[in-house]
């Protein structure tokens, strides 16, 4: 399968601050990056698509000014939660995708806002 | 929100057993695809399934496409204490291109 990498795993942050989540496919280009929030004991939920290049495309509920996504090559995306609050606290996921039939996901990342 | 229906929702099941989870939905879909995720990780790719009908298997693992492309079966043989994990089926609409719609998980225990 595809390799994909996400940075930090986990990261503890202070309410008011920014923290930025690094995804990389590093096996492959990924012309799309989904990015996925869970909460405990339930699924995976879409937060945003992006294309490399172009804007991202967020879910309906999904502040855009709160969750900043960046696509700006096709191995690297990153997701910033601005001006965070404890309510963001949450498992934060991502998937690049090269247009194939399978999808991969990275280790995701535990955000923990105190 | 999910369209999918995963059942059943936990198995508490003893070392040895064998395991049956599936997924129905009402749409039609032209991929399934089968993870596990364990705790504080992403979910990991089991089997994909392409084909109305198709039954693939992955070791014990074995997973099938249903005729009808709105359901999907997924089969553990002989567990395992590692088989341990949430299981998620996923799939793609014919209607929602690179998009995929979650179960919503089954929570597998095995005993030893």
């Known amino acids: 399968g595809a390799v994909v990498s996400q940075h930090p795993s986990r990261v503890i942050c202070k309410s008011g601050t920014s923290v930025k989540i690094e995804c990389r496919s590093l096996?492959?280009?990924?012309?799309?990056m989904f990015w996925y929030r869970q909460f405990p004991k339930q699924s995976l939920m879409l937060m945003a698509t992006s294309n490399e290049g172009s804007k991202a495309t967020y879910e309906q509920g999904v502040e855009k000014d709160k969750f900043l996504i960046n696509h700006a090559s096709l191995t690297l995306s990153t997701l910033t939660v601005t001006s965070a609050h404890p309510e963001d606290s949450s498992f934060y996921i991502c998937s690049p995708y090269n247009g194939g039939t399978e999808a991969f996901f990275g280790q995701g990342t535990r955000l923990t806002v105190v | 929100g999910q369209q999918l229906n995963q059942s059943p929702q936990s198995m508490f099941i003893q070392e040895g057993e064998d395991v049956s989870m599936n997924c129905t939905s009402s749409s039609i879909f032209n991929t399934w695809l089968w993870y596990k995720q364990d705790p504080g990780e992403g979910p990991v790719l089991l089997i994909a399934l392409y084909k109305a009908g198709e039954l693939t298997s992955n070791g014990r693992l074995t997973a099938q496409f249903g005729i009808t492309r709105k359901d999907s079966f997924l089969n553990i043989s002989a567990s395992i204490p590692s088989d341990v994990g949430i299981y998620f089926c996923a799939g793609r609409r014919e209607t929602s291109g690179s998009r995929l719609t979650f179960g919503e998980g089954t929570q597998l225990t095995v005993n030893p």
């Open positions: 096996d492959f280009q990924a012309t799309t």
